[in-house]
Every structure is written in C-alpha cells, then in structure tokens.
C-alpha cells in the first residue's frame, strides 16, 4: 500500500514529497483524498519519510525526518500553539508525518484559505523583504480577536528560538468560515529548518525587529510589545518558550528521535537568550 501512496506524493506541494490521503483511524486503512471520504475516513496529509532525491530549497528529506517534525508538533502543544492532529505512521523502517487537515471539514468540504503571502501580495520568493511585524499588522487590518495576535507572537518566538528558520509568507495562512470571517489558522510545517551554509536557511526567510539573526531577549520582548503585548507578559512567553524547548531531548525521545539528531538539534537552538 504505500508503494502506492509514494506513487500519488505529487498530489500536494511543498518542499518535501508528500500525498494527500483519507485515512480510517479503526482501520488504519488509507485511500485517495482527491474525492469525498467515505464514511470513517477523515482527510490527513502525509510526508514521506526517507525518501531519495527530495530536495527543494535546502529541505532535504532523510530518514528520520518525520520523527524529528513529531517531536516539535510535541513541543508547539505543549506551549499552546494551536496545531491539527498529528501522528506518525510506521512502516519498513520509516516514520512517515502525518497531519490532518484542516482546510477540511469533516464532510471532505473546503474550507477556504489564503496564506500570508496571497492575502497581503508578498512575494514568496523574495524571503528577505517581509517581516513578522508585517504578519502582525495583516491581523489587525483582518480584525482578528487578540488571541490570533497573541498567537502568532508565540509562534514566532517559537520559530526563532527552536531554529525552524523555513519561516517564509507561505507558512502563515487564514481561514474564512461560511460567515464571511477570517481566522488565524492552526500553525503547520513546525520543524526544524537551519543549513549554516544554504541561501534560504542559513538565516529567518521573515525578520524580527530587523533582524534575521542574532536575536537577544530584547528582540522578542520588542517584537512582542508591537504586537500590543504589554513587557511584563512577553518576558514570561519567551521564558515559557525557553524552558519548553530545554526540554527537547524528552520530546525527542518520546518521538523516537536518534540520538544523533537530538544531539545537532539541541545544539542548534537559540536557548542562550
């Protein structure tokens, strides 16, 4: 079946080879999810793990991706930023990524969504020229309740401190429900993204308070403070944040992390703030 599944991985975009699915959680069944699920069968995205010569943009694709991308959506729960469900299916050695998606209602409608980029007309492929302030100042001009704002706070501060530096105006996205209102919609595509010697990822693709690199503590308190979140408060996120993200090498672990890669990533984060 998933010699199947691999075959149809070109049915969804994105830097990593991946296939949109309907799953049966009792069944553990998978089919197509180009046409309406049937009943039982909910619409999950699937990224494939280990699989050869899948590179876009630095994001290559080894075994164990999936394991490591678990193991944030484990920590992004952990500090309230709202995700889909997420899960892991194994299968011949590989832990393949699995999300449900929520531009889906239960019934296999659409739910109509326009990330960042379209919403406000930022170029994806100038990922210097955007920064998360603008982000925030789209929220406000949609009129979006203060939670979205607070939220989108949280996840940049995640983002920076954890290295997921693939952060460009496509991973931003609302939704729109049958009213006519926007929403901030669940965070997506939270893993770690850093190559020291790449063009896109050697640094944030978005700024924060002017910066792409380097951040202090002052960086996310100023950030947060834009964003209308009084200074006392946004200490205390990004000490909520730190002390989450010390704790990577359980998370890790729990998602069936190597150690290895536990190792370079824990390295990797920006804890020293």
């Known amino acids: ?3 199947d599944i691999l075959r149809v991985g070109t049915s969804a975009g994105g830097a990593r080879a991946k296939a949109i699915l309907d799953w049966n959680p009792t069944t553990n069944e998978f089919r197509s999810g180009q046409v309406k699920p049937e009943p039982g069968f909910e619409h999950w995205l699937m990224k494939f793990d280990g699989v050869s010569n899948n ?3 630095e994001l ?12 944030y959506y484990l920590m ?10 997420c899960r892991l299916h194994h299968e011949g050695g590989r832990s393949h990524f699995m999300t449900r998606r929520f531009d889906r209602t239960p019934d296999g409608d659409k739910v109509h969504m326009q990330s960042l980029g379209a919403m406000a007309h930022f170029d994806y492929n100038q990922p210097a020229s955007y920064s ?14 203060r939670e979205d704002i607070e939220q989108q706070v949280l996840r940049a501060m995640f983002n920076i401190i954890a290295r997921n530096q693939d952060d460009h105006v496509k991973n931003i996205a ?11 919609s ?4 939270v893993t770690y993204a850093w190559d020291p010697k790449g063009d896109w990822t050697s640094r944030h693709q978005m700024s924060l308070n002017n910066k792409r690199d380097k951040f202090t503590n002052k960086d996310l308190v100023a950030f947060a403070m834009f964003a209308g979140i009084k200074k006392t408060p946004a200490k205390k996120m990004v000490e909520q944040i730190l002390d989450v ?3 990577w090498p359980q998370f890790a672990k729990d998602a069936g992390v190597d150690k290895h890669h536990r190792s370079k990533i824990k390295n990797a984060f920006r804890l020293n703030l």
Do not use: C, H, T
Not at 76 to 85: D, V, Y
Not at 135 to 141: C, F, G, N, S, T
């Open 1 to 3: 079946m998933i010699e």
């Open 55 to 57: 590179r876009d943009k």
């Open 60 to 71: 290559a694709d080894p075994q164990g991706y999936g394991k490591i991308e678990f193991a």
């Open 76 to 85: 992004a729960k952990q500090l309230g930023i709202n995700m889909e469900i």
């Open 132 to 145: 998360y302030e603008q982000a925030i100042l789209v929220i406000k001009q949609l009129g979006l309740p």
């Open 174 to 184: 609302f939704l729109m429900d049958r009213k006519g209102q926007w929403r901030l």
């Open 186 to 189: 669940p965070a997506y595509d």
């Open 245 to 247: 993200i010390s704790n």
